[in-house]
């Protein structure tokens, strides 16, 4: 049977995983409605973190499809995908038109010398503008130097929510065979060539608690056998040998285990525990490895640290910093973006390649019972050619057109240079270049400034020289003086100078933030004072305080809102702000460089 292999790539929520759902269902891959986004916490959030296989069969031809996600810090899992497959599937939002993401991944794709087949996506939307974003698609192609062959590209029509495509606008929508058959038609078939040399590279790691590592894997050329002797090859052409123990080729969205397999096709192979990506597999000793692939370096660092904390161990299941420690390295084995340094001896260097990259893995941590605390994440400041360096962002930003003037001076202030500003329907629409140092913190402001109508979206771009120090609104923490539990009387008190993060009846501890303050200064209240008892009868109670709801500490936004004398602190069932130091006079002697 021929095989096709495409990756679906996109901007964050453009509809990649809808369309691949639909296509599993519509070919009868899967029977029941069963989503490729199957980790809990991409369910949750709604959003794709792993990169994944499935496979399908239409018209007599079998397609391996990867999903790919579209947030920018998972950008790594999509360059990985894009050097073994032979087509992408460019998913556009027919109202939203190209994003930082979609630049991103196209840019990427045509690096490649890979002819996309553009879909323009959600065009059931009220707003979709088909023609205006066709023709910012087409401007984008020439804008990334895309050669003659690459700007003729095959487009089609979706709702990928209901399965349906179309080749024109004037056509009807009824199914999904005009997308089907431009795979078919568009995507060059993989190579059949069994009887050649093996040469077969791994392109994403996956873990088996019974297996061990597994190695996503394309076979270029040649046949893969069970059982038989392998040689790995590094670019460096450093060898090694290993044996397959299990071989799978991916079959709806389920792995099949087979005996052999052959080129054309992407497997997963167990047994090999020591295959990294982008290192070659081959049955001759002799054979050229193939050019490795580049994995991208992080951009943030923070400490990962044992919770010292009064509640310490309260709550969680695995605290220790042994425990922690195995946890990290088994978490290495599969995230390859992800660095650790277990130097030193009380804190554990984490880098990774944004917060959301790092708020998933802490977020995976709790679910399986470890307690943690970590430190503010910052910026890796890098020295390229002797001069200081740090990580830029490209930034886009939709607001209400009122709120613009606001997000162009935050911004300003935080060293962003606007590249683009264009106006449609009420909606402004800039571009930013901003260091990644000034963007840290700036989301709930952003948030307050446009009034929650905004959307804002960044991506990586580069290391670029140093931009000095950057000016930041100062925010002050308002501090747990007391533990005990929270009243109602003493945060009704409290609410009028600042946003509190805790509500009636939740516990503290002296130290403990509990929420910011309006002026920017720190201050030390109590919130678990009552009110004064006296014999007279006073008129009303407590509970005709009106409170503002809490702000609720989350590990995403407590990764955000932190300073850098604080720790978040994480178990299973909390997230909480702390001072590093939880007396006032632990603080004033840090903050005086007093350390014992
Ligand atoms: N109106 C409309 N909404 C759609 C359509 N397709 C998908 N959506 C919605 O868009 C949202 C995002 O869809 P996903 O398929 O998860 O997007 P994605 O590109 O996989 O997102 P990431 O993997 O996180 O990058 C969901 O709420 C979908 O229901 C469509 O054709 N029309
Ligand atoms: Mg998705």
Redo the contacts with the bound molecule.
Sequence with gaps: MQIRNIAII??????????V?AIMKYTGAVKDAVSM?SNAIELER???IYAKNASFEYKGTKVNVI?????ADFGSEVERVLRSIDCVLL?VDAQEGPMPQTRFVLKKSLELGLKPIVVL?????PAANPTRVHDEILELFIELGAQDHQLDFPMVY?????GKAKLSLDDEFVNLDPLLDTIIKEVPPAKSAPEETLEAQPFNLAYDNFLGRMAVTRIWTGTLKMGQTLFIKKDTGETRTGRITKLFTFDGLSRKEVREAYSGDVVMIAGLTDIFIGETITDKEDTQPLPSIKIDEPTISLGFLVNDSPFAGREGKYVTGRQIRDRLEKELEVNVGLHVDFDQADVLKVYGRGELHIAVLLEQMRREGYELQVSQPEVIIKEIDGEKCEPFEEVVIDTPSEFSGAVIDKLGRRKGIMTSMKDHGGITRMTFDIPTRGLLGYRSQFVIDTRGEGIMSSRFEDFRPHVGTIEKRAVGSMISMESGKVLHFALGNLQDRGVLYVAPGTEVYAGMVIGNTSKGEEMEVNPTKGKQLTNMRASGTDETIYLAPALEVTIERGLEIMCEDEYLEITPTSARLRKKFLTKTGRERAEKGITK
């Design positions: 996109a901007h964050v929520d453009h509809g990649k995983t809808t369309i759902d986004d709604g959003i794709t999903d790919t996600p579209g947030h998913i996506n959600k065009l059931d939307k979706c709702i990928g929510r209901e």
